[in-house]
């Protein structure tokens, strides 16, 4: 489901005389009584789809994790006969997560729950694939009961693989729900993981290629130990292609590689929360093999546990404890707090519309890494903070920081604007893009790839604003990495 950033903000260049007038305005426009109209359904080839109609695009929405347990054995599997597609792994994510979701509320019970249920309003979100073609949907579940795999296929050589069986053991739909069970075999090992891999509905979503989504979760479970052990070119081929399709898709590696695994790589990359990168393992002047080395895209350098006080402070906006550790363990503890004073000085300021969402406003400004020098008001008294040091910073250093903080600007001026304005822009932009991939949606707002966003942005930034001088870096270089309003 789309959702729309705040109808006016408070940088809005509306005049509205306090923050009761803004709630009036806000609500008669979402009420469709203001001049700012709802957005209306309108019906395509391809099912429902949001249309504007004086709304704002939803391009750059940050979206809560949704993590759960996936047992190493259910992400190690090859497909006795063609590799699974992206579809299949999407909706097998999400009916693993909901089982075990609804293992743990009847965890109580005498008897384990052996047989689970999802509506199909719960589907389409949970995998976002959208469609409203419940016979496109009924087929994808219907394939999984006929696919065949060998489960944790890695430990094949030691003789610990799992006899064969299919994905689900039978499912039926109704107008509403479907209701499915899963191989006596295997169920267990489902909702009681013992060996399991972290595996984030979030970033599952985001994946456009079945092999992207296949790499990330065999190699992402190896995050501890920053690298997977050897595979194979004959096992690595049988994960990404099938059993059967191994042996006539792609026969050289050269084939295999460009096709499959660098295009995976690449994705993996762009839309997870992790680096990957092949090490290839040479036999004379054959691949013998393909080790994958895995890191977190942001790690702590500094201290081995978050910081209690800091979790308590996150945990005052309403980020449940385990929520804030995790963020302190992903991301810079500066980062953290650089993203927190700025949700304090926003929610401190005189006359400012009130944060409807005080947890996802400060996921955003985390993820976005939005900082502020203004000191939050406690009952006049002001803290100062010291600019950022730049000493010894090449001026291509600060051009490039200059440039991601223009960037996180016009992403804030972006979505101030209202329909037509940003509608007007994302056709300008389209024009004057070559690259098709990197073009956006501007009649149904499909939300762009990551690439797609910061081409845009980075174009909105020179549209808006025009290029850097050196006057703009000097004064940049004086405030400690932040923007200063030039006239």
Not at 67 to 72: C, D, G, L, R, V
Not at 79 to 103: D, F, P, R, S
Request: glycine residues 4%; positive net charge.
């Amino acid at each position: 489901m789309v959702e729309f950033p705040p109808l006016i903000s408070e940088r809005s260049t509306l005049k509205i005389q306090n923050v009761e007038e803004l709630r009036v305005v806000n609500k008669q426009a979402r009420s469709g009584d203001g001049a700012v109209k709802t957005t209306k359904r309108t019906r395509t080839k391809s099912g429902t789809s949001l249309t504007p109609s004086g709304k704002q695009a939803a391009l750059f929405e940050v979206e809560a994790p949704e993590p759960f347990k996936k047992a190493s054995a259910a992400i190690h599997i090859s497909a006795k006969h063609k590799a699974l597609t992206l579809a299949q792994h999407k909706v097998y994510n999400a009916l693993i997560a909901k089982a075990l979701e609804q293992h743990r509320e009847h965890a109580d019970l005498d008897r384990p729950r052996t047989r689970f249920q999802i509506s199909w309003v719960a589907l389409n979100e949970a995998t976002g694939l959208n469609t409203n073609n419940r016979d496109y949907m009924r087929g994808v579940i219907n394939s999984l009961i006929g696919c065949v795999v060998n489960w944790d296929y890695l430990e094949a050589d030691r003789g610990e693989v799992w006899a064969a069986t299919g994905l689900l053991a039978d499912a039926d739909v109704d107008r509403t729900n479907i209701n499915y069970e899963f191989s006596a075999k295997i169920r267990d090992l489902l909702v009681h993981p013992e060996m399991y891999a972290t595996i984030d509905m979030r970033i599952v979503r985001a994946f456009t290629r079945a092999a992207s989504l296949v790499l990330w979760e065999n190699v992402v479970r190896f995050e501890g130990i920053r690298k997977t052990a050897e595979l194979s070119m004959e096992t690595l081929r049988q994960l990404f292609l099938g059993q059967e399709a191994e042996k006539t898709l792609y026969p050289t590696y050269k084939e295999f590689n460009r096709n499959v695994l660098s295009p995976a790589i690449r994705e993996a990359n762009e839309v997870s929360d992790h680096i990957i990168t092949a090490q290839e393992v040479r036999e004379g002047r054959r691949v013998s093999a393909i080790r994958f080395a895995v890191s977190r895209k942001h790690q702590v350098v500094h201290g081995d546990a978050p910081d209690a006080d800091l979790v308590a402070t996150l945990a005052s906006l309403g980020i449940p404890n385990s929520e804030a550790r995790k963020l302190l363990s992903s991301n810079p503890e500066q980062d953290v707090r650089d993203a927190l004073n700025y949700v304090q000085v926003r929610q401190s300021k005189m006359g400012a519309a009130p944060i409807d969402n005080v947890p996802a406003y400060f996921r955003k400004a985390l993820s976005e890494k939005w900082k502020t020098q203004e000191p939050v008001q406690n009952n006049g008294k002001a803290e100062s903070r010291s600019p950022t040091p730049t000493g010894g910073t090449t001026e291509h250093e600060v051009r490039d920081r200059f440039n991601g903080a223009r960037v996180n600007e016009a992403r804030r001026y972006f979505e101030e604007l209202n329909a037509a304005e940003q509608v007007a822009l994302m056709t300008k932009y389209n024009e004057w893009q070559t690259h098709v991939k990197w073009r956006l949606d501007a009649t149904h707002f499909k939300k762009p790839s990551a690439g797609a966003q910061k081409a845009f942005l980075s174009w909105l930034a020179v549209d808006t604003w025009g290029e850097p001088t050196t006057e703009d870096l000097f004064h940049f270089m004086l405030e400690g990495g932040q923007l200063v309003p030039r006239g």
